[in-house]
């Protein structure tokens, strides 16, 4: 799912739960590993869009996770991180989410 604010780069469904994902990627860990590029600005931009994808589905539950893909030089090494993380209102501003 794309829109102007950001993009869901996958979205999987089984049953009542929705996942959605965050899949980066890398061919060089200088920078870190995939996951470390999650920080808590792109966990929260995922959650909005998230909101919005789901606004019109009925009985679904929401779950995060994080595809870390590293490019060995031969093939990818995925590291799957299911229930990466969970939003939570924000205790002064409850129309809020912090994730």
Excluded: C
């Excluded at 600005?41 to 589905?57: C, G, I, N, S």
């Amino acid at each position: 799912m794309r829109s102007r604010d950001g993009e869901i780069d996958l979205v999987a469904r089984r049953g009542r739960t929705l996942v959605i994902a965050e899949v980066k990627t890398r061919q060089s860990k200088a920078a870190g590993e995939g996951f470390d590029a999650v920080d808590r600005k792109k966990r929260e931009q995922l959650v909005r869009l998230a909101d919005r994808y789901v606004a019109e589905m009925r009985d679904v539950e929401l779950r995060y996770d994080v595809l870390s893909l590293f490019w060995n030089g031969r093939r990818f090494e995925v590291t799957h991180f299911p229930d990466a993380f969970r939003p939570e209102s924000d205790a002064q501003q409850p129309w809020k989410w912090r994730a």
